[in-house]
């Protein structure tokens, strides 16, 4: 873990690298240039962008190719514990001095770059090397001019639901969810397959005008249906039929994730039965995850569970909200936020949930939200609130004899943070 923070220590004081956002392909194509085109050897590449919902999409398409006995790398963002999460090799992930050793690579070519693009420099190198079936990379923010957007000739590229949740990394006079939409999906590969997941019937109107002219094989999510019988969830396509089998998925946002993912890797000629015996063994780190054991586990009374979820838009708070009105006992929060979100619309979607809310900053994070700026959010949308300086005393404050679930929420960093003291 020490590693892991020094290492990101390393990237965010190196000179030559920048930790804004800058959104340029002429870096990082002039790097991989320098390097021989390392992109140009990873066949199969599958890209994962929009808004919400990639890392889940990614994690399961993933879990479906190796229980076919097939092998895929995989970059993600952000990690949760520990740095190594962003790069999966196959068959296990890169190691701290691996990561060290590309980035004194990357140092020599002498390129400023930023610290999103460093880390998927990283990852293009290592993975170049690696005999696997496929790649399955996460875009950052946007696309059009993000630093995953270096593949020719991609496998498939999947767009899961797009919402205003990146706004705030366009130009002032462009901070609009049309701008967003097009930077997501308006610069999309010709002749490939695109997954487009399940939208709000105007954000998929709008997709389907950005993809007009693009000349992919398109599937849009009407070509399969999530429902409910007897209490159990399935997925269904016009030839198939899938019970959703799983302790560990418990949102319908969560669950059309998975539906997506089925779909393609049904088209990937993944078998129905090795899918169906796979879903109950797929769990979602830092997402609806209930934490059963560990040290802070430990620390509550047996009557208390406790929960983390690392939603940090609108339409995840209303998932999340949605999820937490079919528990039946007492509900409490602890909350924490980034600077760079939009934390009353996300909060009014929780009015009436919970008993109260403690709020916290994020340890180790300087793009952090105080908990007094969140107390006073909270405040003024009648929530019952209360403020804490840390995760700790936050647990203090909340922790008693009676029935309850603990939800901690807002952030992907904080979930992180919780499992590394977990």
Same mark, same amino acid.
């Given at each position: 873990?020490?590693?892991?923070?020094?290492?990101?220590?390393?990237?965010?004081?190196?000179?030559?690298?920048?930790?804004?956002?800058?959104?340029?392909?002429?870096?990082?194509?002039?790097?991989?240039?320098?390097?021989?085109?390392?992109?140009?050897?990873?066949?199969?590449?599958?890209?994962?962008?929009?808004?919400?919902?990639?890392?889940?999409?990614?994690?399961?398409?993933?879990?479906?190719?190796?229980?076919?006995?097939?092998?895929?790398?995989?970059?993600?963002?952000?990690?949760?514990?520990?740095?190594?999460?962003?790069?999966?090799?196959?068959?296990?992930?890169?190691?701290?001095?691996?990561?060290?050793?590309?980035?004194?690579?990357?140092?020599?070519?002498?390129?400023?770059?930023?610290?999103?693009?460093?880390?998927?420099?990283?990852?293009?190198?290592?993975?170049?090397? %690696?005999?696997?079936?496929?790649?399955?990379?996460?875009?950052?923010?946007?696309?059009?001019?993000?630093?995953?957007?270096?593949?020719?000739?991609? /496998?498939?590229?999947?767009?899961?639901?797009? $919402?205003?949740?990146?706004?705030?990394?366009?130009?002032?006079?462009?901070?609009?969810?049309?701008?967003?939409?097009?930077?997501?999906?308006?610069? /999309?590969?010709?002749?490939?397959?695109?997954?487009?997941?399940?939208?709000?019937?105007?954000?998929?109107?709008?997709?389907?005008?950005? /993809?007009?002219?693009?000349?992919?094989?398109?599937?849009?999510? $009407?070509?399969?249906?999530?429902?409910?019988?007897?209490?159990?969830?399935?997925? %269904?396509?016009?030839?198939?039929?899938?019970? /959703?089998?799983?302790? $560990?998925?418990?949102?319908?946002?969560?669950?059309?994730?998975?539906?997506?993912?089925?779909?393609?890797?049904?088209?990937?000629?993944?078998?129905?039965?090795?899918?169906?015996?796979?879903?109950?063994?797929?769990?979602?780190?830092?997402?609806?995850?209930? +934490?059963?054991?560990?040290?802070?586990?430990?620390?509550?009374?047996?009557?208390?569970?406790?929960?983390?979820?690392?939603?940090?838009?609108?339409?995840?708070?209303?998932?999340?909200?949605?999820?937490?009105?079919?528990?039946?006992?007492?509900?409490?929060?602890?909350?924490?936020?980034?600077?760079?979100?939009?934390?009353?619309?996300?909060?009014?979607?929780?009015?009436?949930?919970?008993?109260?809310?403690?709020?916290?900053?994020?340890?180790?994070?300087?793009?952090?939200?105080?908990?007094?700026?969140?107390?006073?959010?909270?405040?003024?949308?009648?929530?019952?609130?209360?403020?804490?300086?840390?995760?700790?005393?936050?647990?203090?404050?909340?922790?008693?004899?009676?029935?309850? +679930?603990?939800?901690?929420?807002?952030?992907?960093? $904080?979930?992180?943070?919780?499992?590394?003291?977990?």
């Amino acid at each position: 873990m020490s590693q892991s923070i020094s290492l990101y220590k390393q990237l965010a004081k190196h000179k030559l690298f920048n930790k804004t956002i800058n959104f340029d392909l002429t870096r990082i194509k002039l790097v991989l240039k320098k390097l021989n085109h390392p992109e140009k050897k990873l066949k199969n590449v599958i890209n994962f962008l929009g808004s919400s919902g990639k890392f889940t999409t990614l994690n399961s398409i993933k879990s479906f190719i190796e229980a076919n006995n097939q092998t895929a790398t995989a970059y993600i963002s952000p990690s949760l514990k520990d740095i190594k999460e962003r790069f999966w090799m196959g068959e296990r992930y890169l190691t701290h001095q691996e990561i060290k050793q590309s980035i004194k690579l990357i140092e020599e070519i002498k390129v400023p770059l930023t610290i999103f693009e460093v880390l998927t420099v990283i990852y293009i190198m290592n993975a170049s090397k %690696q005999n696997v079936d496929y790649h399955l990379v996460e875009a950052g923010a946007l696309f059009a001019k993000d630093s995953t957007n270096v593949f020719d000739f991609p /496998l498939a590229q999947v767009v899961v639901n797009i $919402n205003k949740q990146h706004l705030n990394f366009l130009e002032k006079n462009k901070k609009t969810l049309d701008e967003v939409i097009y930077q997501k999906v308006g610069f /999309l590969s010709n002749f490939t397959h695109i997954y487009v997941g399940r939208q709000k019937p105007n954000v998929l109107k709008k997709i389907k005008r950005n /993809l007009k002219k693009n000349r992919s094989k398109i599937n849009y999510s $009407n070509t399969w249906k999530l429902f409910k019988k007897n209490k159990k969830y399935y997925y %269904q396509d016009d030839k198939n039929k899938i019970i /959703l089998n799983s302790k $560990n998925i418990h949102s319908k946002g969560l669950l059309e994730n998975l539906c997506h993912a089925i779909k393609i890797a049904l088209d990937l000629k993944i078998n129905k039965k090795v899918i169906e015996k796979t879903i109950p063994k797929i769990i979602f780190e830092g997402r609806f995850q209930y +934490l059963n054991s560990g040290k802070i586990k430990r620390k509550l009374h047996k009557n208390e569970k406790i929960m983390i979820d690392g939603a940090h838009a609108e339409i995840d708070a209303k998932n999340l909200s949605d999820y937490l009105k079919s528990i039946k006992i007492p509900r409490y929060g602890i909350w924490a936020m980034m600077k760079n979100k939009e934390p009353d619309l996300f909060i009014k979607q929780f009015k009436n949930i919970f008993k109260k809310i403690i709020t916290i900053p994020i340890e180790n994070e300087k793009g952090t939200l105080n908990s007094k700026k969140l107390y006073q959010i909270a405040l003024k949308n009648n929530i019952t609130v209360n403020k804490a300086n840390n995760f700790n005393e936050a647990l203090k404050k909340i922790s008693s004899k009676e029935k309850k +679930l603990i939800v901690c929420f807002g952030s992907l960093y $904080n979930a992180g943070n919780i499992l590394n003291k977990n």
